[in-house]
């Protein structure tokens, strides 16, 4: 690993982990030379002990408050200008990740075989069963809603924030597209599906200890709802409509306006025949139920294509 360190950077974002910083950062210089720290306007100061006595470690001070991810992004604008490095892990500040992994991340991309790899929770049992069961089951219909958004479908657990990203895969990257927020992780795995980036994931850990999460619980259903359906919306333009057109296009334009015709067809002269009183003729009912299952064939059609299409991660 001695030989690699100078081509791995870790970014980690830090906002009230005073008290785990120190340790995440001694056990993060046995993996790298560039480690940023980025301080997203916290109101618990960095150790003074910490920022003393290393001299391998960059602090980055934002002004504002920008979110896990914001603070993630600053980091990644900083690291892609160091020009021995070639791969960036995230790493987060409250010791809840095990460094023990950070090999196995970088390796994949550094070997050119992956420009993404992630962790995944869900693949060890052992650690699955330690997983509170509010983690457990939202993580469960999130990373469903999360395959369909981001074209990942053989990806799950999209809301690990321990992954390794190649410096060439991010610097083309959109990264206004990607989420200050929670949603983070999830948006930046969207915006590789344009690079058709190839994505590995690894079985690990979670670690719980007792610190508090500054995560809003409450509020994340409606925060990932709105913006997975924002995401898959425009993955569904951008990848069909606007740079490919294909078979799947087809299977969604006349899926869909077979599908909406038959039932706005069946619907109208349900209503027109219902107002006079009589009954809707058999032949008018069968070419709205035909026109509805031609359509709703073509649909499934287009998320089997869909389904085919996710990037190939071998």
Same mark, same amino acid.
């Given at each position: 690993?001695?030989?690699?360190?100078?081509?791995?950077?870790?970014?980690?974002?830090?906002?009230?982990?005073?008290?785990?910083?120190?340790?995440?950062?001694?056990?993060?210089?046995?993996?790298?030379?560039?480690? =940023?720290?980025?301080?997203?306007?916290?109101?618990?100061?960095?150790?003074?002990?910490?920022?003393?006595?290393?001299?391998?470690?960059?602090?980055l001070n934002l002004s504002e408050n920008l979110g896990?991810?914001?603070?993630?992004?600053?980091?990644?604008?900083?690291?892609?200008?160091?020009?021995?490095?070639?791969?960036?892990? $995230?790493?987060?500040?409250?010791?809840?990740?095990?460094?023990?992994?950070?090999?196995?991340?970088?390796?994949?991309?550094?070997?050119?075989?992956?420009?993404?790899? $992630?962790?995944?929770?869900?693949?060890?049992?052992?650690?699955? +069963?330690?997983?509170? %069961?509010?983690?457990?089951?939202?993580?469960?219909?999130?990373?469903?809603?999360?395959?369909?958004?981001?074209?990942? %479908?053989?990806?799950?657990?999209?809301?690990?924030?321990?992954?390794?990203?190649?410096?060439?895969?991010?610097?083309?990257?959109?990264?206004?597209?990607?989420?200050?927020?929670?949603?983070?992780?999830?948006?930046?795995?969207?915006?590789?599906?344009?690079?058709?980036?190839?994505?590995?994931?690894?079985?690990?850990?979670?670690?719980?200890?007792?610190?508090?999460?500054?995560? +809003? =619980?409450?509020?994340?259903?409606?925060?990932?709802? =709105?913006?997975?359906?924002?995401?898959?919306?425009?993955?569904?333009? +951008?990848?069909?409509?606007?740079?490919?057109?294909?078979?799947?296009?087809?299977?969604?334009?006349?899926?869909?306006?077979?599908?909406?015709?038959?039932?706005?067809?069946?619907?109208?002269?349900?209503?027109?025949?219902?107002?006079?009183?009589?009954?809707?003729?058999?032949?008018?009912?069968?070419?709205?139920?035909?026109?509805?299952?031609?359509?709703?064939?073509?649909?499934?059609?287009?998320?089997?294509?869909?389904?085919?299409?996710?990037?190939?991660?071998?």
């Amino acid at each position: 690993m001695d030989t690699t360190k100078s081509k791995i950077g870790i970014v980690i974002p830090f906002f009230n982990a005073s008290a785990q910083i120190e340790k995440v950062v001694q056990k993060a210089l046995q993996y790298s030379d560039h480690i =940023v720290i980025v301080d997203d306007k916290s109101p618990e100061q960095l150790p003074e002990s910490l920022l003393k006595s290393l001299n391998k470690v960059m602090v980055l001070n934002l002004s504002e408050n920008l979110g896990v991810g914001g603070a993630t992004k600053k980091g990644f604008s900083y690291l892609e200008t160091v020009p021995s490095v070639k791969v960036i892990v $995230k790493l987060d500040a409250d010791d809840q990740m095990d460094t023990d992994y950070i090999p196995q991340l970088v390796t994949p991309i550094l070997n050119f075989t992956a420009d993404f790899v $992630k962790g995944n929770r869900f693949r060890d049992f052992r650690a699955l +069963k330690t997983m509170p %069961w509010p983690r457990r089951f939202g993580n469960l219909f999130l990373s469903f809603l999360s395959k369909v958004a981001t074209g990942y %479908w053989n990806c799950f657990d999209f809301n690990n924030g321990f992954f390794a990203i190649s410096k060439k895969s991010l610097k083309l990257m959109d990264k206004n597209s990607i989420a200050n927020n929670y949603f983070f992780e999830t948006s930046l795995i969207a915006e590789l599906y344009y690079q058709k980036a190839k994505i590995k994931e690894i079985a690990m850990p979670a670690i719980y200890g007792d610190e508090k999460s500054n995560m +809003k =619980v409450f509020k994340m259903p409606f925060l990932f709802s =709105v913006n997975l359906f924002k995401k898959f919306i425009s993955r569904i333009w +951008k990848g069909y409509f606007v740079y490919d057109f294909n078979i799947g296009t087809l299977y969604i334009v006349f899926g869909h306006l077979l599908f909406f015709g038959g039932v706005i067809y069946g619907g109208i002269n349900w209503y027109d025949y219902a107002s006079k009183d009589l009954s809707t003729p058999v032949g008018t009912i069968m070419i709205s139920a035909l026109l509805i299952i031609l359509g709703f064939q073509l649909i499934l059609q287009a998320i089997q294509f869909d389904v085919f299409k996710t990037p190939n991660n071998d």
